[in-house]
């Protein structure tokens, strides 16, 4: 039996002081001196790691924001000395699909490598825009899958890139035509930064963190320079992007990658001849913008028999492209993907979405709505203390991202990818699917908040889905 796919994880500390979201004030001047005070009762201990953190204070602004906000010594000073604060610097976090709780749990992801445990059940909101308008439907938890996530029974994760057959197909000696396939052991790939924070330096690190966890990772082919001098034992991890009128890369480089993307144009059949006469067995992809066009452009796609799979990217908040009022990236992927499905042709190419896959759950997510992989970005960078700034400007990056240090920088992209890896097996265990290419548009494992509004209350005060 070949080895379970794991990712060797280990603590990777923050280099930065932590920001959390809230801090205790204690106004000292009017102190009892209590002997049971409350301070000591504190069950996360936060008092005394504040004094054992301002002992070693070096940065005279960072303060100690470390409390659970439980109120339990606010509540019970008995002079009343205690008040619960919101950091500012975590309220500024990211921007308002990438919020800083998201900002906080990736943090804690990549320094940890564990599933992020709130405790205490759920206490947000019932639901939300974006993936927060879909439930997973766990309430299949049946033993087999259970085993599997505690590791007795196994669940495959790995999914598949590339053209599928509808039909046997046999060469004259008898021998099965299989079109090429690139196995990645999670539904998951690194796609380039956008560029409103576009960092070239963290191209080798994306570069390492893909070959160590067995992904891939997608790189701009006019950036191959920047991907360092030890290229070529990577290159089974890398899927250069050749941007329209970009000049291909050398044969040797291009013989031993396994996938390519191409941004779609009207030259796209000629530009996968080229690639594939060089290499054919690289599989191609053809990058859609996901803008008014985008949904129709990619199921139009789709149904050529040369085109073997379609990338689709949403902005990086997972909005429709240049749109007023933008459909979200999990709805743009169901468009597509049930045409398809009537079509009778959704088995045959790979749909891989990108764009707004800030957390485990949205991966998951995204493929109950229709796509066979993901791809993320901005996550990993978040994983080196990124605070997601409006405006990126590494010369005054409060991460200190111009200090990059690469075992730091690789360490914590692994344990993001791993904590997420864990998150999928575990909602998978909880879903009762054993294979991740079974999540794809599963949607009877899924539930829609729009779809039950509009099937309990729609009939009594009107569509709202339709308005
Ligand atoms: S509010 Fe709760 S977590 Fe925060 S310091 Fe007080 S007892 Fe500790
Ligand atoms: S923390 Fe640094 S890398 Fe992140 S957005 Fe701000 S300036 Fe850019």
Known sequence: MPDKYHIKTQPVPARRPRIGKCGVVDWREDCARCHNCVKKACVFDRYRQEADYIRGLTEMD?????????????????????????????????????????????????????????????????????????????????????????????????????????????????????????????????????????????????????????????????????????????????????????????????????????????????????????????????????????????????????????????????????????????????????PLVSDGIRNEVTIIAGGGIALAEHMAKQLLCGADAVTINLPLLIGLECHLCHVCDVSRCPAKLNELDEKYAVGRMINLIAAWHDQLIEVMGAMGIRDARRLRGEVGRALFFEELEEATFGKIFGSRKNR
């Open 62 to 338: 960072a303060f100690f924001f470390q409390c659970m906000g439980c109120f339990s010594c606010v509540q019970q000073c008995t002079k009343g000395l205690l008040a619960l604060s919101a950091n500012p610097v975590y309220e500024r976090l990211g921007n308002r699909y990438w919020t800083p709780a998201i900002i906080e749990t990736t943090w804690s992801q990549a320094e940890t490598a564990k599933i992020p445990v709130s405790g205490a059940g759920y206490r947000g909101k019932f639901s939300g825009p974006g993936f927060d308008s879909m439930w997973t439907d766990m309430s299949e938890i049946v033993r087999p899958t259970r085993d599997g996530i505690h590791g007795r029974e196994y669940i495959s994760t790995a999914v598949d890139i590339g053209r599928k057959l509808s039909v046997l197909n046999f060469s004259k000696d008898g021998q099965l035509k299989m079109p090429p396939l690139v196995d990645i052991p999670m539904p998951m790939m690194i796609d380039m930064l956008p560029k409103e924070y576009s960092l070239p330096q963290l191209l080798p690190v994306f570069k390492a963190a893909a070959a160590a966890t067995g992904i891939v990772m997608i790189a701009d082919s006019k950036d191959i320079g920047l991907l360092g001098n030890d290229l070529q034992q990577y290159l089974p991890n890398i899927a250069f992007y050749f941007s329209s009128g970009a000049p291909l890369l050398r044969k040797d480089i291009l013989q031993k990658i396994r996938l390519a993307e191409i941004s779609d144009d009207d030259k796209i059949d000629q530009r996968i001849k080229e690639l594939k006469n060089i290499n054919p067995n690289m599989v191609v992809a053809v990058r859609v913008k996901l803008d008014a066009a985008g949904v129709k452009r990619a199921v139009e796609l789709a149904h050529r028999p040369h085109i073997e799979a379609i990338h689709v990217v949403a902005d990086m908040n997972g909005d429709e492209i240049g749109a007023k009022n933008p459909r979200f990236v999990k709805d743009m992927v169901r468009q597509i993907h049930n």
